[in-house]
């Protein structure tokens, strides 16, 4: 029998632990993003929503409403998401939070939620090793479902936020500080009644397409990186590199700080793919937008039904964003304009956002065995 060997032991290991529902991890993930947004917000003292793009800005009416924001002064604590709620709070009550704090908190929260759990149910049907609840999954799902997966879980995402949507581009702080509306769930309840269900969907092609060709991206890169990258990269350095020349076998236990690094990675490439697609589409999508809140006045005024121009309303959008694109030159210009800084901006959020979804995702999962890579006269230990 050849000899065996063990080195580079990192002491890892892991307990077994009872595995949860998916609705826990798509949760804890959709709020680290949500909360790493917040965190650099405030390192980099400017609103949230110049970091990462919540699908509604919860404290836009907060700063509305207050003076030194208004005012564009200098930043200070006052001007932050705790010193903004206080002076809400402080001239309109407690019942200001659950009034126009809470609703778009929660929405939110459920949209996320909603994302990485159908994430989870569709990748463990198309690849049936992911449906259990292990904490590593060998070997690896194959991009193709990763992909498939992201998307189905994107275009989930779009149908159950296209409400939403709707009510974000038509949404005016106005109204609220005229008492048109007492709060946001009245708004939101009159406003969709208004616009009906042909408004409500005016324009969920391009979000259709956006968010699951987006989050098709942005799994499958995650994935690939954390998984089939890492395991590459382990065979490489391991078994050919370090071990060039060992006659015996050698069982291996790889330094505990390679794969945080790779998830780090994990999560830039995931954000960077994704924005890759879904810049370019947001920017139409705006276009699109604003046509339809155009539209929407525009019948108010006349008393007559926006049905008609809803339906050209992708014709005149295109004739629009390729007059915007000639004067900057052609379309690649208009298209990724800010490409890289708005990327810059998410890419720590997002990342802390699937890294909290991967550690949940494994902390509910079952320890099982460690996964053995066997390469020539080595096998490489994952615990």
Same mark, same amino acid.
């Not at 998307?151 to 939403?164: D, E, F, M, R």
């Given at each position: 029998?050849?000899?065996?060997?063990?080195?580079?032991?990192?002491?890892?290991?892991?307990?077994?632990?009872?595995?949860?529902?998916?609705?826990?991890?798509?949760?804890?993930?959709?709020?680290?993003?949500?909360?790493?947004?917040?965190?650099?917000?405030?390192?980099?003292?400017?609103?949230?929503?110049?970091?990462?793009?919540?699908?509604?800005?919860?404290?836009?009416?907060?700063?509305?409403?207050?003076?030194?924001?208004?005012?564009?002064?200098?930043?200070?604590?006052?001007?932050?998401?705790?010193?903004?709620?206080?002076?809400?709070?402080?001239?309109?009550?407690?019942?200001?939070?659950?009034?126009?704090?809470?609703?778009?908190?929660?929405?939110?929260?459920?949209?996320?939620?909603?994302?990485?759990?159908?994430?989870?149910?569709?990748?463990?049907?198309?690849?049936?090793? =992911? =449906?259990?609840?292990?904490?590593?999954?060998?070997?690896?799902?194959?991009? =193709?479902?990763?992909?498939? +997966?992201?998307? +189905?879980?994107?275009?989930?995402?779009?149908?159950?936020?296209?409400?939403?949507?709707?009510?974000?581009?038509?949404?005016?702080?106005?109204?609220?500080?005229?008492?048109?509306?007492?709060?946001?769930?009245?708004?939101?309840?009159?406003?969709?009644?208004?616009?009906?269900?042909?408004?409500?969907?005016?324009?969920?092609?391009?979000?259709?397409?956006?968010?699951?060709?987006?989050?098709?991206?942005?799994?499958?890169?995650?994935?690939?990186?954390?998984?089939?990258?890492?395991?590459?990269?382990?065979?490489?350095?391991?078994?050919?590199?370090?071990?060039?020349?060992?006659?015996?076998?050698?069982?291996?236990?790889?330094?505990?700080?390679?794969?945080?690094?790779?998830?780090?990675?994990?999560?830039?490439?995931?954000?960077?793919?994704?924005?890759?697609?879904?810049?370019?589409?947001?920017?139409?999508?705006?276009?699109?937008?604003?046509?339809?809140?155009?539209?929407?006045?525009?019948?108010?005024?006349?008393?007559?039904?926006?049905?008609?121009?809803?339906?050209?309303?992708?014709?005149?959008?295109?004739?629009?964003?390729?007059?915007? +694109?000639?004067?900057?030159?052609?379309?690649?210009?208009?298209?990724?304009?800010?490409?890289?800084?708005?990327?810059?901006?998410?890419?720590?959020?997002?990342?802390?956002?699937?890294?909290?979804?991967?550690?949940?995702?494994?902390?509910?999962?079952?320890?099982?065995? +460690?996964?053995?890579?066997?390469?020539?006269?080595?096998?490489?230990?994952?615990?």
């Amino acid at each position: 029998m050849p000899e065996t060997q063990e080195i580079v032991v990192d002491g890892g290991g892991g307990s077994g632990r009872k595995p949860q529902n998916h609705l826990v991890q798509g949760t804890s993930a959709a709020g680290a993003r949500a909360l790493g947004a917040q965190f650099i917000a405030f390192y980099f003292r400017a609103p949230v929503k110049a970091f990462f793009r919540l699908r509604v800005d919860y404290m836009y009416v907060p700063r509305a409403i207050n003076p030194r924001v208004q005012a564009n002064e200098r930043w200070s604590l006052k001007q932050s998401t705790p010193g903004l709620l206080f002076h809400a709070v402080k001239h309109h009550g407690w019942k200001f939070i659950p009034n126009q704090v809470l609703p778009p908190l929660i929405a939110n929260a459920s949209i996320g939620t909603i994302l990485y759990t159908s994430y989870l149910q569709a990748l463990g049907s198309l690849y049936q090793p =992911s =449906s259990q609840p292990t904490k590593r999954v060998y070997p690896p799902p194959p991009f =193709s479902a990763t992909f498939q +997966a992201g998307s +189905a879980a994107g275009a989930i995402q779009s149908l159950v936020a296209a409400p939403l949507d709707a009510l974000v581009v038509r949404f005016r702080v106005n109204d609220m500080l005229e008492g048109k509306y007492t709060s946001v769930w009245q708004y939101g309840k009159h406003k969709l009644h208004e616009i009906g269900l042909r408004g409500v969907f005016s324009g969920y092609t391009l979000s259709l397409l956006k968010e699951s060709l987006g989050y098709g991206l942005f799994f499958g890169s995650f994935e690939y990186v954390k998984q089939q990258a890492y395991f590459s990269y382990l065979t490489w350095y391991y078994g050919r590199r370090r071990l060039k020349g060992h006659t015996e076998h050698v069982t291996i236990r790889p330094h505990y700080a390679l794969e945080p690094i790779f998830l780090l990675l994990a999560g830039f490439s995931a954000s960077v793919t994704q924005q890759a697609v879904q810049h370019p589409l947001a920017k139409i999508q705006d276009v699109h937008y604003g046509r339809l809140e155009s539209i929407d006045y525009a019948s108010k005024l006349q008393h007559t039904s926006a049905l008609r121009g809803y339906a050209h309303g992708y014709e005149k959008t295109f004739a629009q964003c390729k007059k915007q +694109a000639v004067k900057v030159g052609g379309w690649n210009n208009w298209l990724y304009k800010g490409f890289a800084l708005n990327t810059l901006r998410q890419v720590p959020s997002t990342a802390a956002g699937l890294i909290v979804f991967e550690l949940v995702r494994r902390k509910f999962g079952d320890a099982g065995e +460690a996964v053995a890579i066997e390469y020539e006269n080595s096998t490489i230990l994952l615990s």
